[in-house]
Every structure is written in C-alpha cells, then in structure tokens.
C-alpha cells in the first residue's frame, strides 16, 4: 500500500542501470504519462492507491468526529450519508482494488520471469482511466445537491431520488469497471503466456496463482455491477422501471444483481491479500508454504463457491426458507476453504526458524485478525441470528475486519517485503514495527466495540444515537483517529525515505528465506528485466547459470 520509485530514479549506484534506462523512451513526466514499464505503472497505482486511502480516510474520520458523542455535532444527516456512501466507494474501488493491481503490476512478470506485462499501452491505459473516475467521484461532494448518499451497495430506490451526482457516480464506476476489466484481462495473458520455461502452473508463485484466478473473477463480475448501475441509469432518465415499484419494477431485484457482483468482489479484495501472505510466510519462517496444492485448489473453491452465497445479504428481505437454508448452507461451507489457507499458513511457521521483521509481523497479525474477521462472518450466516443483526454496527465490525485488517495488513506486508526490491534501499525497520503496533492496536480499539454496539442494537449509517451507545461509540471514535495518524506516519516515515533512496542498500536478496524468480534480479530491479527468459531450476524458484 506504497508509494515507490522503481529502482532507475531511488538509487544513483546503477550506472548501467541508468544508460539503460536512457536509450529506452522518454524520461521526466513524459516517462510516467506515456509508461510501458510495468514497473512504473505498478507505482502509479500504488500512489493513487495510497491518495485514495487518505482521501477514504478523512472521510471516515469525519463520520467518527459525528458519532463521537450523542447529538449533531460536525455535520448535518444529509451529509453523514454522503460520507458513509463516498467513504465505502472510494476505499473500495479506489484505495484496496488499484493497489492489489500495482502489485500485480509490479510484480507478477518479476516472479514468472517475463520481461513485462502482455499488452503493455493496455495497461497504460487502464491506469490512467483511474484519475478522471476518482475525480469524479470526489468532485460529486462539489455537485448540486452534493454526492450520492444511498449507501456503497447503491440501493434503489434511493439511487432512483438522489441529485445529479448519482450519474457522476455511475459514470465513475463505469470507467473503474473498465479498467478493472483491461487489467485482468492483461494478467490473465501475461500468467498464461509469458511464464518462464519450465515454469508450470504449479510451480508459480502462490501470488501469481492468486492473482490469475482474482482476475477471472473480476471479468466475470464486473459487467454485472455495469449492468445493475446502467439499469438505475435508465431508470432514472429514460423511464424504463426495472428497480421502480410504481411502473412494476422491482427494488429487491437490485440487490439480487449487486450482491451477485458484491459478493465475488470481496474475494476479489482478498485473495491476492492471500497470495502476499503465502509469499511473506514461508519466507520468515524459512520453509517451503506447506500444502501449496491444497493452497491453489483453496482458492479457487473459493472463487467458484463465492458465486452462490450472494443472497446472504438478503436474509430480511422476505426470502422463502428454503432459499434461506441454501444460502445458510453454502455461506457456511464457503469457509471451509478458506480456512484451509489458514491452517496452512500456521503449519508453515509450525517450527520453522522464524524472525519478526515488520512483513512477518503484518503477516502474522493479518491471520491473528483475519481469523477474527472470518469467525464474526459465519455468526450471521446463520439466517435468524443474520435477522437479529442485519444492518447494526456488527456487520460494520465484521467487514472492516475482513477489509481492513485482511486487505490492508496483507498490503503493508507486501509492501515492507518488497521494497528493498523496488527501490534499491531498506526501510527502517523500528519505525516499520512502529506502524504495525501502533495500526493493529488502533485497528482493534476502532472496530472491536462496534460489534457491541451491533448486538446492543445500534443501526449503522445512523447520524445520531441514543445515550446508551455512547460509550463503545467515544472509545471506538478515538481509535479511529489513531488509526488514521499512523497511516499518515507510514507516509512520512516509511513510504517517504524509500522513494529518496534514504536508508541502508538493499543486498539483492534481503530476506535469507525469500524465494522466487524476484529475488535473481540487483536491487533496485533493473527498469527492463529479464530481456531473455530465465533458465530455472527445478523447483522454479532459482535461475540457473
């Protein structure tokens, strides 16, 4: 979750590296508008990425300054509900999914030994569409009528009453489809075609393999959000009545068409955050990830299984019993594979000679809070407990669990492991420890309470509150705004130094227990890599010659 500098511009030592980089294209701003390198797209994505993580974050922050105490304290309600919606928007579709892509980006040719991605001016291209659909998405606030406030799941028939932003809105996440869509579509190539000889599917990386079967999902799911926002489109503007009860439409058939998008999306956010863990694990522990089969089948029965449990979300909407047991049912299986990877990763570390440097400490904290995430989920999987439940402050928890210490742990893991790699010097490794206690503790203080607050009964996306919730409310409103200072710390501290070139050189390869085809190249990795495919090694881990 970073902001890095490939290694031709963070360190001054390569020389070669830099003639190299010369005689290959333009340089200045030239070199960052019109990029090719998956290397430097890779960073672009990283950095808005981390943009929007702060730009998300402040509007968390003013949702929790307003639920501090009880009363209408910061803003008015119409705008509290155009934080939460913009809020859950932005971290989604602009924070977590662009920087799972920069990784991919930055590192999927690195560890198939491909000289680059497949359709590099593709690529370019689904970047650059990110800039006018997130300031588009920013700039509704600025919109008569301000932005959208119909929740992130975008609901009709709120979506059908809301002011112009809401097409602002829609337009947005067309774009971000799109170039969602063209990046899977490149990663899906470029894994497929471009591995090095004698690099099987089974021999790749456990990040690749994560990110090859996310990037099925993301083509097969998100026509379908573009489907459900373009019939609120038409809807709202050319009189058509899929969601509009009075013309014989449906509202509840919105939710089937979202959440049958939703649902596979989450899994989308998580498995390369599976895939950065399957890499950091066995590095520190300094043994081979135990059960890698049974690690590529999980996934991928996660993925297929995320298909059917969307209506989960659903419970209250006076579903039929039996449609409630099949979606009890198969909500409740979709974790057996998912716990799966976790008791791999454990019997990875079991006895290995592991050391806590930071990537292993936000490894080890996201399997530590994930697992919480995870055990909060199957709770309302169970459809009378889901009823009680639905829509309170514990699903609230229970998301931010799964996202934020799942998605956003995973990418600071990756972030630290990589680094040295992509740019040439070593973060500082206290202050990197620093940013995991100081996160997972403020993490925990934020969103444990609000699982009380939820089984108390208190609703989410209310703007005010009844005295009784004040007290868990207070606690996790300061844990929030800790939160947010470490990320900022990160920046500054962290992020910053490393894109200057200010620390220790990075030996080529930092960790002792790191392997893959990454760690054959200098440190910083060269601007064009591996011009000639590798030669591997029999585990597919090692160049040889």
Known sequence: MS????????????????????????????????????????????????AMLMVGGILALLIRAELFKPGLQVVNPELFNQLTTMHGLIMVFGAIMPAFVGFANWMIPLQIGASDMAFARMNNFSFWLLIPAGLMLVGSFFMPGGAPAAGWTLYAPLTLQMGPSMDAGIFAMHIMGASSIMGAINIIVTILNMRAPGMTLMKMPMFAWTWLITAYLLIAVMPVLAGAITMTLTDRHFGTSFFNPAGGGDPVMYQHIFWFFGHPEVYIMILPAFGIISQVVPAFARKRLFGYASMVYATSAIAILSFIVWAHHMFTTGMPVTGQLFFMYATMLIAVPTAVKIFNWIATMWRGSMTFETPMLFSVGFIFVFTIGGFTGLIPSVAPIDIQIQDTYYIVAHFHYVLVAGSLFALFAGFYYWVPKWTGVMYNERRGQIHFWWSLISFNVTFFPMHFLGLAGMPRRYADYPMQFADFNMVASVGAFFFGFAQVYFFLFVVLPCMRGQGDKAPQRPWEGAEGLEWEVPSPAPFHTFENPPKLDATATRVVG
């Open 3 to 50: 902001a890095v500098l490939p290694g031709s511009h963070a360190g001054h030592h390569d020389h070669a590296h830099d003639d190299h980089h010369g005689h290959h294209g333009p340089t200045g701003w030239r070199r960052w508008l019109f990029a090719t390198n998956h290397k430097d797209i890779g960073t672009l994505y990283m950095l808005f990425s981390f």
